[in-house]
């Protein structure tokens, strides 16, 4: 049976954490910056961890 690709798509946007959790950047980061207040836009620097239920399909595209 041949080895499982990983999806780079999901690979550039997701890090598997030590214990295999899903760490994930945050959205609305792009533009329209303006609009947001500094304090807003600190905030949405830090990543998150995944949701399991989203987690559990990630996980899928990130065998290794």
């Given at each position: 049976m041949p080895k499982?690709?990983?999806n780079r798509g999901a690979a550039?946007?997701?890090r598997k954490t030590a214990t295999?959790?899903?760490?994930r950047n945050?959205?609305?980061t792009s533009h329209?910056?303006?609009?947001?207040?500094t304090k807003r836009k600190r905030n949405l620097r830090?990543?998150?961890?995944?949701?399991?239920g989203d987690a559990k399909r990630i996980h899928?595209?990130?065998p290794y």
């Open positions: 499982m690709k990983t550039k946007r997701f295999g959790k899903i760490r945050r959205a609305l329209i910056l303006t609009s947001k207040t830090h990543s998150k961890i995944m949701a399991p899928t595209l990130l």
